[in-house]
């Protein structure tokens, strides 16, 4: 029977795949209102309606572990023993996962002392027999073996469980060089990590696979061992038994008894009032609507408004309609209730810049081409700049687009960037396609941007509107109450002023950058040549492998820490060295970095410089997990500031020639502030409150001296531990930093904590109460999650512990920053002032002051920063100005 007319067995290894799909998905983003996690299972999900639309199988089984423990571990107690702990998040999924594929009429099989390989391999060998195509889908290698042609191995890859690698024979033999049923033979050779299972030392793939196919076999590989020279031979023959074990061990049976055969697993109809149920307990919404269209095209009986909903066109992707003028003006009008519903909005880039706008509602999808003077826009136009709802992705990044094009945007409403970073604020940012399968489990065509004739064609803008607002609609029922204050009140308002400092840049002298470039060259020159001149030869400054044979051969100097390469070089290493073994060579050597380091800073300023004589850095908002906003293209944030060479790199920033001067403000000690505020401690809110200098205050108390009398050395010792405490720094960390034994800093710690008792009170409590809600919280409603706080793993979990302390404190301090931002550019606004705010960097804002607008400047940003928030302690700002960044600093 040709294998178009047979029918189709698919049977799934339900662990393995759902395991692939835990490790691929967020699992801080899915979770349903009792608090189960729920990631493993909408990745399962979504891959088998994937899978029920492309292969269309007329028999379907999942197959389950019921233990780790089966006939293979009595053999060998060790037999995947090298698995961690299941993830506490991963628990309790597979039985509702088990839930949801009955309500769906989909068979599970589960056998006591055996593994679901075993399970699919008795089945893939009867399916066969009985004249069925067979899908074998499994993210176990082991079950390559099954191959044959009628048994073909669907494979996840490394991305979890979206795309599949399809093996029939010809592939294995292209990937492997083996027939399939060899490939265990070659596992057996050389071990499987993932298995426990040690292979023989020495032998790698393409050695176990010229051996199988040079003798034909393990056991002729095994019977000619002694012909096998070198120490691989010697090795083997040392070693065989690890290879006879591990063949019989990773050979799947073909005959387990099983309750089902392939006949029995006909695929049947949805149980629609079940899968209801089960979804709405997983809060599964798009998921649901997915199964339910599956189900009506296998033609299973659904509900009158099962029925209705997915034979409606409108049901899932809406079928893109191309609209100008009138007729686009009616349907802004009609989709959007007059301008009250949010639409989803995705604008496109051409070549020359914006080519047109993707618009969604949740049933209608329209396509707006750009072409500016040619057609009537006058209604896009107005709703493009009006208040209408609008969500979008990266809507920064529309702004400036749109701007280049003339046009202006408003009603920004929610950002699907912004928004899935204060969800999971230490993720990586995602492009829309990412967001689109991680949150809905769906998969939006993108075309490879390397193909001159891409294998799949692009999504419409109009379909990426739609997904815009169907991952915006995801994200606003994830976000608590506090984290959407955080976005509705701080981050969407602040899009449009970020977007106009990076428009506006700031202006820089490229004489003072080139000159200090050509400074900077000549010192590292000199460097390096004194350094040459200490070690007898001349070396590469800039390779860890020379500089290891440098330091630890020619200079025998004491061994750092060990690393891949041999002995570590890194800065931290070096000057630990330094200090404990000082060397001519070894302090030149770092001062040579130093000027290296800058001059590289000062190379890259100088490329930055636009034509208009400004450097236009770019601002990421959801570039840290605490907060703060990053500077990128060029980084102004790493600009040394009391290094004499950062203090010249700064007096390259000036104000533009139609401009008087720059302004610079900043907080004064705004994390301490924020402590006291937050510790309620009586001694630091008296020491803020009355004006004294703060680290004096301490120094006083904790050294049982006046104020007066606190020296130098004593108010550093008190500032470095004031800082450090907050960031979870330990009595080693504090002699370490402060050059003094252990024993000084904790009594230091000690005093500290006995006349600030408040402060310790507090760091113990927000580690503890993170633990408890799994997250920490800023004044402001901003969550920072910690799953690592309740991880067996030490390390992980002291790193957790250490960032859960200061979370709160970095997190307000970035909250109350750009309140101030926002304040300070609603006040320029609406006075209809000339004068502009070009930079922020760390708690610092650089403004540019336009003739006669000093005073006025002045008194906003005092007020606007100093009044950010409500504390228990006042907030000081600091401001300056001068004709440049370095004379304006104050």
Same mark, same amino acid.
């Given at each position: 029977?040709?294998?178009?007319?047979?029918? !189709?067995?698919l049977?799934?290894?339900g662990?393995?795949?759902?395991?692939?799909?835990?490790?691929?998905?967020?699992?801080?983003?899915?979770q349903?209102?009792?608090?189960?996690?729920?990631?493993?299972?909408?990745?399962?999900?979504?891959?088998?309606?994937?899978?029920?639309a492309?292969?269309?199988?007329?028999?379907l089984?999942?197959?389950?572990?019921?233990?780790?423990?089966?006939?293979?571990?009595?053999?060998?107690?060790?037999?995947?023993?090298?698995?961690?702990?299941?993830?506490?998040?991963?628990?309790?999924?597979?039985?509702?996962l088990?839930?949801?594929?009955h309500?769906m009429?989909i068979?599970?099989?589960?056998?006591?002392?055996?593994?679901?390989d075993d399970?699919l391999a008795?089945?893939?060998?009867e399916?066969?027999q009985?004249?069925?195509?067979?899908?074998?889908?499994s993210?176990?290698?082991?079950?390559?073996?099954?191959?044959?042609?009628?048994?073909?191995?669907?494979?996840?890859?490394?991305?979890?469980?979206s795309?599949?690698?399809?093996?029939?024979?010809?592939?294995?033999f292209?990937?492997?060089?083996?027939?399939?049923?060899?490939?265990?033979?070659?596992?057996?050779?050389?071990g499987?990590?993932?298995?426990?299972?040690?292979?023989i030392?020495?032998?790698?793939?393409?050695?176990?696979v010229?051996w199988?196919?040079?003798?034909g076999g393990?056991?002729?590989?095994?019977?000619?061992?002694?012909?096998?020279?070198?120490?691989?031979?010697?090795?083997?023959r040392?070693?065989?038994?690890?290879?006879i074990?591990?063949?019989?061990?990773?050979?799947?049976l073909?005959?387990?008894?099983?309750?089902?055969?392939?006949?029995d697993l006909?695929?049947r109809?949805?149980?629609?009032?079940?899968?209801?149920?089960?979804?709405?307990?997983?809060?599964?919404? !798009?998921?649901l609507?997915?199964?339910?269209k599956?189900?009506a095209?296998?033609?299973?009986?659904?509900?009158?408004?099962?029925?209705?909903?997915?034979?409606?066109?409108?049901?899932?992707?809406?079928?893109?309609?191309?609209?100008?003028?009138?007729?686009?003006?009616?349907w802004l009008?009609?989709?959007?209730?007059k301008?009250?519903?949010?639409?989803?909005?995705?604008?496109?880039?051409?070549?020359?810049?914006?080519?047109?706008?993707?618009?969604s509602s949740?049933?209608?999808?329209?396509?707006?081409?750009?072409a500016?003077?040619?057609?009537d826009?006058a209604?896009?136009?107005?709703?493009?700049s009006?208040?209408a709802?609008?969500?979008?992705?990266?809507?920064?990044?529309a702004i400036?687009?749109?701007?280049?094009?003339?046009?202006s945007?408003?009603?920004?409403?929610?950002d699907?960037?912004?928004?899935?970073?204060?969800?999971?604020?230490?993720?990586?940012?995602?492009?829309l396609a990412?967001q689109?399968?991680d949150?809905?489990?769906?998969?939006?065509?993108?075309?490879?941007?390397?193909?001159?004739?891409?294998d799949?064609?692009?999504a419409?803008?109009?379909?990426?509107?739609?997904?815009?607002?169907?991952?915006?609609?995801?994200?606003?029922?994830?976000?608590?109450?506090?984290s959407r204050s955080?976005?509705?009140?701080?981050e969407?308002?602040?899009?449009?002023?970020?977007?106009t400092?990076?428009?506006?840049?700031? !202006?820089?002298?490229?004489?003072?950058?080139?000159?200090?470039?050509?400074?900077?060259?000549?010192?590292?020159?000199?460097?390096?040549?004194r350094?040459?001149?200490?070690?007898?030869?001349?070396?590469?400054?800039?390779?860890?492998?020379?500089?290891?044979?440098?330091?630890?051969?020619?200079?025998?100097m004491?061994?750092?820490r060990s690393?891949k390469?041999g002995?570590?070089?890194d800065?931290?290493?070096?000057?630990?060295?330094?200090?404990?073994?000082?060397h001519?060579?070894?302090?030149?050597?770092?001062?040579?970095?130093?000027?290296?380091?800058?001059?590289?800073?000062?190379e890259?300023?100088?490329?930055?410089?636009a034509?208009?004589?400004?450097?236009? !850095?770019?601002?990421?908002q959801?570039?840290?997990?605490?907060?703060?906003?990053?500077?990128t293209?060029?980084?102004?944030?790493?600009?040394?500031?009391?290094?004499?060479?950062?203090?010249?790199?700064?007096s390259?920033?000036?104000?533009?020639?139609?401009?008087?001067?720059?302004?610079?403000?900043?907080?004064?000690?705004?994390?301490?502030?924020?402590?006291?505020?937050?510790?309620?401690?009586?001694?630091?809110?008296?020491?803020?409150?009355?004006?004294?200098?703060?680290?004096?205050?301490?120094g006083?108390?904790?050294?049982?001296?006046?104020?007066?009398?606190v020296?130098?050395?004593?108010?550093?010792?008190?500032?470095?531990?004031?800082?450090?405490?907050a960031?979870g720094?330990?009595?080693?960390?504090?002699?370490?930093?402060?050059?003094?034994?252990?024993a000084?800093?904790?009594?230091?710690?000690?005093?500290y904590?006995?006349?600030? +008792?408040a402060?310790?009170?507090?760091?113990?409590?927000?580690?503890?109460?993170?633990?408890?809600?799994?997250?920490?919280?800023?004044?402001?409603?901003r969550?920072?999650?910690?799953?690592?706080?309740?991880?067996?793993?030490?390390?992980?979990?002291?790193?957790?512990?250490?960032?859960?302390?200061?979370?709160?404190?970095? +997190?307000?301090?970035?909250d109350?920053?750009?309140i101030?931002?926002?304040?300070?550019?609603?006040?320029?606004?609406?006075?209809?002032?000339?004068?502009?705010?070009?930079?922020?960097?760390?708690?610092e804002?650089?403004?540019?002051?336009?003739?006669?607008?000093?005073?006025v400047?002045?008194?906003?940003?005092?007020?606007?920063m +100093?009044?950010?928030?409500?504390l228990?302690?006042?907030l000081?700002v600091?401001v300056?100005?001068?004709k440049?960044?370095?004379?304006?600093?104050?």
């Open positions: 029977m040709p294998d178009n007319e047979k029918p !189709t067995l049977v799934i290894d662990h393995s795949l759902a395991f692939r799909a835990f490790y691929a998905l967020p699992v801080d983003s899915f349903n209102r009792d608090g189960q996690h729920t990631n493993a299972i909408h990745g399962f999900i979504a891959m088998l309606i994937n899978l029920l492309n292969e269309k199988p007329t028999h089984a999942v197959a389950f572990d019921i233990s780790r423990y089966s006939f293979r571990t009595r053999e060998y107690p060790e037999y995947k023993g090298t698995r961690g702990e299941t993830p506490p998040e991963f628990i309790g999924q597979i039985p509702l088990e839930e949801a594929l309500a009429g068979t599970t099989i589960a056998k006591e002392d055996y593994e679901a399970i008795t089945l893939a060998v399916g066969a009985q004249g069925f195509r067979v899908l074998i889908v993210g176990d290698r082991d079950a390559i073996q099954m191959v044959n042609d009628d048994v073909t191995l669907l494979y996840p890859n490394a991305r979890g469980v795309e599949l690698k399809r093996y029939d024979r010809d592939a294995v292209e990937r492997y060089g083996v027939e399939p049923h060899q490939y265990p033979e070659i596992a057996a050779l050389v499987e990590t993932s298995d426990n299972l040690i292979g030392d020495k032998v790698g793939e393409k050695t176990a010229k199988i196919t040079q003798y393990l056991d002729e590989v095994l019977a000619h061992a002694d012909e096998i020279k070198g120490v691989v031979g010697e090795k083997l040392e070693q065989k038994d690890n290879a074990r591990n063949r019989k061990l990773n050979r799947l073909t005959d387990v008894e099983l309750p089902v055969g392939p006949k006909e695929r109809p949805i149980d629609e009032t079940a899968v209801r149920e089960v979804f709405d307990k997983l809060q599964f919404r !798009t998921l609507d997915r199964v339910l599956i189900a095209a296998a033609g299973d009986t659904l509900t009158p408004d099962a029925v209705q909903a997915v034979s409606d066109p409108t049901f899932g992707l809406p079928v893109v309609r191309t609209l100008v003028d009138e007729e686009l003006g009616h009008d009609s989709a959007s209730g301008g009250t519903v949010p639409l989803g909005l995705q604008p496109a880039i051409g070549p020359d810049g914006l080519s047109g706008f993707g618009i949740i049933d209608e999808s329209a396509w707006v081409p750009w500016s003077g040619r057609l826009y209604a896009l136009e107005s709703w493009l009006g208040d709802p609008k969500y979008l992705y990266d809507s920064k990044a400036k687009l749109l701007d280049r094009a003339g046009l945007l408003g009603g920004v409403t929610f699907t960037t912004i928004a899935s970073w204060l969800l999971k604020p230490g993720g990586h940012s995602q492009d990412g689109v399968y949150f809905l489990g769906d998969r939006l065509a993108v075309a490879d941007p390397n193909q001159l004739v891409p799949v064609e692009a419409s803008p109009a379909t990426e509107a739609w997904y815009v607002l169907r991952v915006s609609e995801y994200l606003a029922e994830r976000l608590d109450a506090g955080v976005l509705d009140t701080i969407l308002p602040l899009i449009p002023v970020i977007s400092m990076e428009n506006t840049g700031i !202006t820089v002298n490229a004489e003072i950058l080139g000159r200090l470039n050509r400074e900077l060259g000549e010192t590292a020159a000199d460097l390096a040549s350094a040459y001149t200490e070690l007898g030869r001349e070396v590469n400054l800039g390779s860890p492998k020379q500089l290891q044979q440098a330091l630890f051969e020619d200079l025998g004491p061994k750092t690393n390469t002995y570590s070089t800065a931290a290493s070096l000057a630990d060295l330094q200090e404990q073994n000082p001519p060579f070894l302090d030149l050597l770092l001062q040579h970095r130093d000027a290296t380091k800058l001059r590289q800073m000062v890259t300023l100088e490329k930055a410089i034509d208009d004589h400004r450097v236009h !850095t770019r601002y990421d959801t570039g840290t997990s605490t907060g703060r906003i990053s500077s293209d060029p980084n102004l944030q790493n600009i040394p500031v009391r290094a004499a060479v950062g203090k010249e790199i700064r390259a920033f000036e104000s533009g020639p139609e401009f008087t001067t720059l302004l610079t403000a900043d907080y004064s000690q705004i994390e301490m502030r924020i402590m006291a505020h937050l510790s309620g401690d009586a001694g630091l809110i008296e020491a803020f409150n009355s004006g004294e200098d703060l680290h004096r205050f301490v006083s108390r904790i050294f049982h001296v006046e104020p007066a009398e020296t130098p050395v004593m108010r550093t010792k008190v500032k470095a531990m004031s800082y450090g405490l960031y720094l330990s009595a080693f960390g504090l002699s370490k930093q402060l050059r003094i034994d252990t000084e800093a904790k009594q230091l710690m000690g005093d904590f006995a006349r600030f +008792g402060v310790r009170d507090y760091l113990r409590g927000v580690v503890e109460q993170a633990r408890e809600d799994g997250y920490t919280e800023t004044i402001f409603g969550r920072r999650p910690f799953g690592d706080l309740k991880s067996s793993n030490r390390v992980l979990r002291e790193n957790a512990e250490r960032a859960a302390l200061n979370a709160p404190i970095q +997190g307000s301090a970035a109350i920053l750009k101030a931002m926002l304040g300070v550019a609603h006040d320029l606004s609406s006075k209809k002032l000339s004068s502009r705010l070009l930079l922020q960097v760390h708690d804002l650089v403004f540019e002051v336009a003739e006669g607008e000093l005073d400047l002045t008194d906003i940003v005092r007020d606007r +100093g009044h950010a928030a409500d228990k302690v006042p000081e600091q300056g100005s001068g440049n960044w370095d004379v304006a600093a104050h």
